[in-house]
């Protein structure tokens, strides 16, 4: 299909709406036991972020979303921008998930096959490439609900404990020891069943 053909075939979208997830058993992120969390991509608390959820998809993580109007470039059609930012979040919580540790991403590269629609409904997955050290090289893919693939993207990330990353984050003790926790369990629960992502973990926030 070429990119004239896939916009004519969804241009007959003319109201989108973000379109509600499958009911599964969304994974519980780290991050979730902070308040104030408002992350662009993952946050539910945040009105203007695009509240990414993610399920387990074999050794990795799926996360299904839909984009509305506002985040549009061209009339109809999705910010390129975004599927970084969507391909960024995915790969980055894996790493936490598989680690236990803060990943900063230091380089991120993206190819763009078809454009995505405002209002279509998409997948993206990712996993983990290789990364035994502090660096971990992660891939993901973007389709539509139809199979196509719209995007691809590789990554590479910096892992560092908590404690080395807590100087670039405004967080005060009390959240810092909450986040250490829930990392802890994270780990400790993946650690029991390898090859796979745990559930979310029974973690204390008092």
Request: proline share 4%.
């Amino acid at each position: 299909m070429t990119v004239e053909d896939h916009l004519v075939k969804h241009h007959v979208i003319e109201n989108p709406a973000a379109q509600d997830q499958t009911v599964e058993d969304h994974i519980g992120l780290p991050w979730y036991v902070l308040e104030d969390y408002r992350c662009f991509g993952c946050s539910p608390h945040n009105p203007h972020g695009i509240q990414l959820r993610f399920t387990h998809h074999g050794d990795g993580l799926r996360t299904a979303f839909s984009l509305g109007r506002a985040h549009e470039s061209y009339p109809g059609v999705v910010h390129g921008g975004l599927l970084g930012v969507i391909a960024d979040e995915i790969m980055g919580n894996l790493v936490v998930l598989r680690t236990g540790l803060i990943p900063f991403t230091t380089g991120m590269r993206l190819r763009y096959v078809l454009p995505v629609i405002v209002g279509g409904g998409y997948d993206c997955v990712a996993k983990v490439r290789d990364g035994g050290g502090q660096l971990v090289h992660t891939e993901a893919e973007i389709r539509e609900d139809g199979g196509a693939l719209v995007a691809t993207a590789t990554a590479s990330y910096q892992t560092v404990s908590l404690d080395a990353a807590h100087a670039r984050m405004s967080l005060d003790t009390s959240e810092i020891d909450r986040l250490r926790r829930a990392l802890a369990a994270r780990t400790a629960t993946t650690a029991t069943s390898p090859g796979t992502l745990s559930e979310e973990p029974h973690v204390s926030v008092d």
